[in-house]
Structure formats: C-alpha cells, structure tokens
C-alpha cells in the first residue's frame, strides 16, 4: 500500500507564488513516477505537472515557465513550485503517484487565488 500526504496549498493574491509538497510512504521507490494534477469546479482533473525516473519532467502548456516540479527521493516527497499565479489556477492539487499499473491519490489540496 502507498500513502500520499499533501500539504502546502492556501489563498494568495495574482502574481504571487505557493509551493505543494507530497509526501508518500509504502512501496515506492525513486523509479516511481510522481506528479501533481489539479481539478476546479465543474472541470475535469488536469495534469499539472509530473516527474519520472531519472528526473525527466512533463508539464501542461498552461503552467510551463510559472510551474516547477521537484523531487527529494530521499524523503519520497515532490514538490510544486508555482510562481506568477492566475486565478484561473485555483483548484484543488492532488497528488498522484504511479505503482505498476496502480494510481495513488492523495486528499488534495485547495489553491485560491485572488485577483
């Protein structure tokens, strides 16, 4: 089994920055793909951003330049850096990380954003 904490989400003004972290235990290791999607009211989840063995890195169009993903596999934990924030970037964040064939999700996080 794999659990997947998030934290870091709250209200801040347009232009300003939040930073998401994920932590999650169980059976993953560094090999394990990790990413942050978000979903706001009446739209369907979205991948933000997303991180896979050796690094490599994937994002929407929307958040590219103003987003940046990260990972300690150390501690198992990614990381969200978002900067320039919209309020069309408000939304719960969820976090997602990848087992085999298997998708762990964790309870999501809200990120308003005012303008």
């Known amino acids: 089994q794999v659990q997947v904490v998030e934290s870091g989400g709250g209200l801040v003004q347009a232009g300003g920055s939040l930073r998401l972290s994920c932590a999650a235990s169980?059976?993953?290791?560094?090999?394990?793909?990790m990413g942050w999607y978000r979903q706001a009211p009446g739209k369907q989840r979205e991948l933000v951003a997303r991180i896979a063995k050796f690094g490599f890195t994937d994002y929407a169009d929307i958040v590219k330049g103003r987003f940046t993903i990260s990972r300690d596999n150390r501690k198992n934990t990614v990381y969200l850096q978002m900067n320039s924030l919209k309020p069309e970037d408000t939304a719960v964040y969820y976090c997602?990380?990848?087992?085999?064939?298997?998708?762990?999700w964790g309870q999501g996080t809200q990120v308003t954003v005012s303008s």
């Open positions: 169980g059976s993953i290791d560094s090999r394990n793909a």
């Open positions: 997602n990380v990848q087992v085999r064939s298997d998708d762990y």
